[in-house]
DNA sequence: CGGTATTGTCACGAGTTTGTCACAGAGCTG
DNA sequence: CAGCTCTGTGACAAACTCGTGACAATACCG
């Protein structure tokens, strides 16, 4: 349940506060004061949630969910947007912004906690059906191909969902068993190490494609898709 | 993508947040408090989908999903059920009675367009009764002929319903059990293996044809009818 | 009615995939 | 550098998947 949040939000007292609260309930938060920022934040790793401003000097918060919709990266970060009293819901939830739900200020401690959470756990069966390309490897969950460089690679099942969970979510380092969740799934008993292997089956196949870098061992921590070459 | 929607529920708020939400999407949408209204709305004109509380006052969500799938004109339009949280029970009897998805409440609206678009998608293309044509390989619904590079195919009806599913659905894999669905038939108790055996007969039929590598198999996933040679 | 075609199921076996392990090597710490 | 931890690698056995041939039940047809 523990989540790195992204928080857009330009009044101080705001952002103390709520960066309280969601440090409190076991979150890891980064704070931005404006949309360029948050930009900015984004670029080398993805946050899984974003806690985003209505109101914001400059580029607006629904300027700012929309130029992260755009964003492949960011394409499947949720986003709760936090309003004023009196804004429209329906405008908020609606105008193509993208936004996945949203709070009224003032609010309490627990609603936040509440909608975080909501949103978290709908996020997990996302799977979507969009062909993700990235450094020239491309992956289509539809026809279940995958190609580097033109050069079709030959992948199991479980070598798949791998490969197609890492490309979903580059940027990231994940964890052993955070892999174990989100590729084999949270109720399966598995070693730790088998992870792994099934990574370095990864590498191998990816090999003839000159992609063998595409996966960094992030030591101590876990793995992670790079989106630019080292 | 724009559909016409049949929006099934009773609380004023949520119909008038989820009606403007699809609205947005660019979809016509016509709303029906409750189950009797509903019925009548159909009577001379089908929607594309319908979106149907669970709860609703009289007859329940799920008596009307059941006389929908009763009634022969509406048997074919895909039903997405609303439920609330904690009805995981109701789920599993949801999907029995013929609903092809279900949302839990509260819902983004994100995820209300993505399972609409994907329930309409896995409808869209229907069994047509044009002719298709991939890779020298010819199917005509109409005279109930397959030619293979000249060559005439003979097959049995369960082999050519096989066939014509998956040439107007290339590049895709389908596992067994979609197959099953889609060409034998929602509710028909058959193993999945069997899937395996037509597929095989298939491929003997076609061998004459010089074609036998048109089906690949997708180890753990399904079968795929692929458009370009490998 | 007999014969043929079609269909669903099964069992067997070759070939793949997968989880685990042991060991080697790489990287960090002091 | 020594000692420790962490990761890469090759091997292996168990589990699984899929192709295949055979067979019985059923439908179809002259």
Redesign the interface.
Same mark, same amino acid.
């Given at each position: 349940m523990a989540a790195t949040i992204l928080l857009v939000e330009d009044e101080p007292g705001i952002q103390e506060l709520v960066k309280f609260n969601l440090t409190q309930a076991g979150h890891s938060v980064l704070c931005a004061d404006s949309a360029e920022m948050a930009t900015g934040m984004v670029k080398h790793s993805l946050p899984d949630l974003v806690l985003l401003d209505w109101m914001l000097p400059g580029m607006s918060g629904i300027d700012l969910a929309r130029k992260f919709r755009a964003d492949g990266r960011m394409k499947n970060v !949720?986003i709760i947007m936090l309003t004023a009293r009196g804004e429209e /819901?329906?405008k908020v $939830? *609606? $105008? =193509?912004t *993208? #936004?996945?739900?949203y709070i009224t200020k003032p609010f309490s401690p627990r609603e936040l906690s509440a909608r975080i959470k #909501? %949103?978290l756990r /709908?996020r997990a069966p996302q799977m979507t =059906?969009d062909k993700v390309e990235i450094r020239g490897l491309s992956l289509d969950p %539809?026809?279940?191909r995958v190609t580097g460089n033109g050069t079709p690679v030959e992948l *199991? !099942?479980t070598e798949f969902r791998l490969l197609h969970f890492l490309m979903t979510h580059p940027e990231r380092v994940y964890s052993r068993s955070q892999l174990l969740d989100q590729v084999w799934g949270d109720h399966v008993f598995v070693e730790e190490r088998t992870v792994d292997v099934h990574i370095r089956r990864l590498r191998l196949a990816l090999e003839p494609t000159r992609h063998e870098t595409l996966i960094d061992t992030v030591r101590g921590a876990g793995y992670r898709l790079s989106a630019q070459p080292a």
């Open positions: !949720p /819901r329906d $939830l *609606g $105008l =193509e *993208g #936004a996945d739900d #909501a %949103v /709908r =059906e %539809v026809s279940h *199991g !099942p």
